[in-house]
């Protein structure tokens, strides 16, 4: 108890050199609180027996409370998921000519709802819309927050107290809060359930579009395949039957890519300019998801229904903003010039890397990756794997990549749950997955500088 009054006061430890250039660069509240809980935390300790810590240590700790109390929360960190749109880490890395608009916008006023030829009021909207309708063959389009305040927005506008007809199959959940049926009661509209899990044919749809029906809607089934004894109903014939009954078809696309993927090597997926040439009135899809972008939710389609849902007073309270909407205008430029586009567009440039080279990068890291186990009962190694693409393409689809791998010697399953930790641990987090008792680090987001960073950061790997 008596050491305790040999404890700096916070006078005296604000006054240490090391604490004097924390406090010009964080201020001096910052460091104050600091020390006075890093003081309560020592006095609790000497209280229950600990010897009394050299100032010197106290101010280290200091030092390390600040730097934790300030860092960022959003933090960088290393996808080495192997899932390369991965929502939980923020879905498509923008491509640097898009960071740079980003910036541009925020650094100073831009003509955000200003038109600079006649000096009047301007529409955000027409930012992009040029660009929308281009790259889509729909005649109007708008932006909001993400797809699903589109999908929101469109339901409240055109079905509030009408009925939804939607397929069985169809009615997904897609990363636990956004389902279907619950986006439907919250708008306002009486979701019509028609045909089977499994099969639904044009007659269920022919015997349910009646006078309550407001839409008639297709869902993208994105994060799941139903295989086996299926039918849907093509998009086409939907849109043919919905206008005979004078009704609009809309098409919720989720993940919505403006271009054929299938010319680099990847899975089919159904763009907008698909659904619009097949008949959809209104086609929903994300700016975040295979499109590369930032977080949006864009609508495109007929030029009264996209007035329609811009009038709602929804739409103000689901806007995008401008930095949004300057990393949209510039990932949708790039789409000018679909030859280069897998090397502008950062989210296609990792989807569509060869996989020699991430092999051989695997090949490269393994000395430092052998190293870093070194001390691991770790059976350090370079493995063939499969990447996802993610965010609601399909499961199924898989790209073969190369990872780092660890596997314990024996069965002892924990080091390999320490290791995942100490990884998340370092100054830029790794995150790697854990599959089949083995720990894997999928190399196809690693790339540029950030290679050496990661092999910096993994050299000082401890347990
Ligand atoms: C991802 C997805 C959504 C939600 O999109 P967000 O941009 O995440 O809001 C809605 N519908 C489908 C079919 C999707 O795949």
Redesign the pocket.
């Given at each position: 108890m008596n050491q305790l009054k040999n404890l700096p006061s916070v006078d005296r430890l604000l006054s240490e050199a090391a604490l004097q250039s924390l406090v010009a660069e964080h201020g001096h509240r910052v460091v104050s609180d600091a020390v006075r809980a890093e003081l309560a935390a020592v006095r609790e300790a000497v209280k229950s027996g600990a010897a009394l810590p050299a100032t010197g240590a106290i101010t280290t700790a200091v030092e390390r409370r600040v730097e934790r109390h300030m860092r960022p929360r959003l933090r960088p960190v290393f996808n080495l998921t192997g899932t390369v749109l991965h929502t939980n880490l923020g879905r498509a890395v923008l491509s640097e000519s898009v960071v740079e608009a980003i910036a541009r916008a925020a650094r100073s006023p831009c003509a955000l709802e200003y038109d600079l030829e006649t000096g009047g009021r301007g529409d955000r909207d027409d930012l992009v819309e040029g660009l929308l309708r281009e790259l889509t063959g729909a005649e109007a389009a708008t932006v909001v927050n993400?797809?699903?305040?589109a999908?929101f927005l469109l339901l409240n506008t055109l079905a509030q107290k009408k009925e939804v007809v939607v397929s069985r199959g169809e009615l997904?959940e897609?990363?636990g809060a956004?389902r279907v049926p619950d986006i439907m009661r919250r708008a306002g509209a009486k979701l019509v359930e028609v045909g089977t899990t499994n099969r639904t044919h044009l007659r269920d749809f022919d015997e349910t579009v009646g006078p309550k029906t407001g839409l008639v809607m297709k869902?993208?089934t994105?994060?799941y395949a139903v295989q086996g004894f299926i039918a849907t109903v093509p998009e086409a014939e939907l849109a043919q039957l919905a206008h005979a009954r004078g009704v609009p078809f809309v098409v919720?696309?989720?993940?919505g890519t403006l271009v054929n993927l299938e010319q680099w090597g990847l899975p089919h997926e159904p763009t907008p300019r698909d659904s619009i040439e097949a008949g959809a009135d209104l086609v929903t899809f994300?700016g975040?998801?295979l499109l590369g972008g930032p977080?949006a939710?864009l609508l495109v389609g007929r030029r009264e229904l996209i007035a329609k849902i811009k009038k709602n007073p929804l739409k103000r309270a689901l806007r995008a903003g401008k930095l949004t909407l300057a990393a949209l205008e510039a990932t949708l430029v790039l789409y000018r010039d679909p030859e280069r586009l897998p090397q502008r567009l950062e989210a296609l440039r990792l989807l569509t890397r060869p996989n020699a080279e991430i092999r051989a990068q695997a090949e490269r890291l393994l000395p430092a990756w052998q190293a870093a186990l070194a001390g691991w009962a770790l059976d350090a190694s370079v493995q063939p794997t499969l990447s996802q693409i993610g965010?609601?393409s399909l499961p199924v689809d898989r790209l073969p990549s190369f990872a780092l791998v660890a596997r314990p010697r024996g069965k002892r399953s924990g080091v390999l749950h320490k290791l995942e930790e100490a990884l998340r641990r370092l100054p830029k987090p790794v995150i790697g997955h854990i599959a089949d008792d083995a720990l894997r680090l999928d190399l196809r987001c690693l790339t540029g500088v950030d290679e050496a960073v990661f092999t910096a950061q993994i050299a000082s790997l401890t347990q």
């Amino acid at each position: 108890m008596n050491q305790l009054k040999n404890l700096p006061s916070v006078d005296r430890l604000l006054s240490e050199a090391a604490l004097q250039s924390l406090v010009a660069e964080h201020g001096h509240r910052v460091v104050s609180d600091a020390v006075r809980a890093e003081l309560a935390a020592v006095r609790e300790a000497v209280k229950s027996g600990a010897a009394l810590p050299a100032t010197g240590a106290i101010t280290t700790a200091v030092e390390r409370r600040v730097e934790r109390h300030m860092r960022p929360r959003l933090r960088p960190v290393f996808n080495l998921t192997g899932t390369v749109l991965h929502t939980n880490l923020g879905r498509a890395v923008l491509s640097e000519s898009v960071v740079e608009a980003i910036a541009r916008a925020a650094r100073s006023p831009c003509a955000l709802e200003y038109d600079l030829e006649t000096g009047g009021r301007g529409d955000r909207d027409d930012l992009v819309e040029g660009l929308l309708r281009e790259l889509t063959g729909a005649e109007a389009a708008t932006v909001v927050n993400n797809n699903a305040a589109a999908v929101f927005l469109l339901l409240n506008t055109l079905a509030q107290k009408k009925e939804v007809v939607v397929s069985r199959g169809e009615l997904v959940e897609i990363g636990g809060a956004f389902r279907v049926p619950d986006i439907m009661r919250r708008a306002g509209a009486k979701l019509v359930e028609v045909g089977t899990t499994n099969r639904t044919h044009l007659r269920d749809f022919d015997e349910t579009v009646g006078p309550k029906t407001g839409l008639v809607m297709k869902v993208h089934t994105s994060n799941y395949a139903v295989q086996g004894f299926i039918a849907t109903v093509p998009e086409a014939e939907l849109a043919q039957l919905a206008h005979a009954r004078g009704v609009p078809f809309v098409v919720d696309l989720g993940s919505g890519t403006l271009v054929n993927l299938e010319q680099w090597g990847l899975p089919h997926e159904p763009t907008p300019r698909d659904s619009i040439e097949a008949g959809a009135d209104l086609v929903t899809f994300s700016g975040d998801k295979l499109l590369g972008g930032p977080q949006a939710g864009l609508l495109v389609g007929r030029r009264e229904l996209i007035a329609k849902i811009k009038k709602n007073p929804l739409k103000r309270a689901l806007r995008a903003g401008k930095l949004t909407l300057a990393a949209l205008e510039a990932t949708l430029v790039l789409y000018r010039d679909p030859e280069r586009l897998p090397q502008r567009l950062e989210a296609l440039r990792l989807l569509t890397r060869p996989n020699a080279e991430i092999r051989a990068q695997a090949e490269r890291l393994l000395p430092a990756w052998q190293a870093a186990l070194a001390g691991w009962a770790l059976d350090a190694s370079v493995q063939p794997t499969l990447s996802q693409i993610g965010s609601g393409s399909l499961p199924v689809d898989r790209l073969p990549s190369f990872a780092l791998v660890a596997r314990p010697r024996g069965k002892r399953s924990g080091v390999l749950h320490k290791l995942e930790e100490a990884l998340r641990r370092l100054p830029k987090p790794v995150i790697g997955h854990i599959a089949d008792d083995a720990l894997r680090l999928d190399l196809r987001c690693l790339t540029g500088v950030d290679e050496a960073v990661f092999t910096a950061q993994i050299a000082s790997l401890t347990q």
